[in-house]
């Protein structure tokens, strides 16, 4: 059986695509094929890697990677933007099911909570 491939964007691929796509592989792995990619990717924020460690799960392949790895190389059949710039400059968004949220998900990085831990 072909796996569905889902694509996680962000501004960075540094933490909420990174979550996302290692919840979903951990859960899913094995009816979607996962990756997340940023449209400016940065390094994988610590606490990302913290608090995924936190529940068990392995963060040493993580890396950022930008959407170019992506684009016109690999088919994605569902693109999901967790952040409202990600989605608004995804080429293809009129070709993939948009997730169906109205408000982007916050930016952990930019909590105070988040970054002092």
Known sequence: ???QRVLFLCAHNAARSQMAEAL???HAGDRFEVCS???????????????LEEIG???SELRA????KY???????Y??????LSWTLYPFREKVPRWPRR???PDPRTRRSFVDG
């Open 103 to 105: 408000r982007a998900t």
């Open 79 to 84: 693109a999901i933007g967790v952040d409202p």
């Open 24 to 26: 979903l592989r951990h």
């Open 65 to 68: 990677e930008g959407l170019d």
């Open 37 to 51: 990619a940023g449209l400016e990717p940065t390094e994988i924020h610590p606490v990302t890697r913290s608090v």
């Open 71 to 77: 684009l016109a190389k690999v088919s994605v059949q």
């Open 57 to 59: 799960l392995d963060t």
């Open 1 to 3: 059986m072909d796996r």
